[in-house]
């Protein structure tokens, strides 16, 4: 079993910056952390995954450049830096791990190949 603490998130203009947060516990192997976000109406979309040695990090082409994903191995926290933030960027944002096998590149964007999830955070960009 594996649970995931979601911290951070709130408001913030467009432009503007925020910094998420997943702590991660239990003792089942872990071979990345991702990030996706829901907006309203829309289907749940991936953001941003690193791998659990932190060797190789992906993103989606809408975040690229403007998102910063990394993970604190003395913590077992991953976090999220989100800078220049737009309107189009407000979703609720999940944590999530993968335990079954590693990914790599694309392999790492499926929703369905993460075990557990954390219970969600809201990000609202205001323009």
């Known amino acids: 079993q594996v649970q995931l603490g979601e911290s951070g998130g709130g408001s913030v203009q467009a432009g503007g910056s925020l910094g998420l947060s997943c702590a991660v516990s239990g003792r089942s192997m872990k071979y990345a952390m991702a990030w996706f976000r829901q907006a309203p109406g829309k289907e749940r979309e991936f953001v941003t995954a690193i791998r659990w040695t932190g060797d190789s990090t992906y993103y989606a082409d809408s975040v690229k450049g403007r998102f910063t994903i990394s993970k604190d191995n003395t913590k077992n926290t991953v976090h999220l830096q989100m800078h220049s933030l737009k309107s189009e960027d407000t979703a609720v944002y999940y944590c999530?791990?993968?335990?079954?096998?590693?990914?790599?590149?694309?392999?790492?964007?499926?929703?369905?190949?993460?075990?557990?999830w954390g219970q969600g955070t809201q990000v609202t960009v205001s323009s």
């Open positions: 999530a791990v993968r335990t079954r096998g590693h990914c790599s590149g694309y392999g790492c964007y499926p929703e369905s190949g993460y075990d557990y």
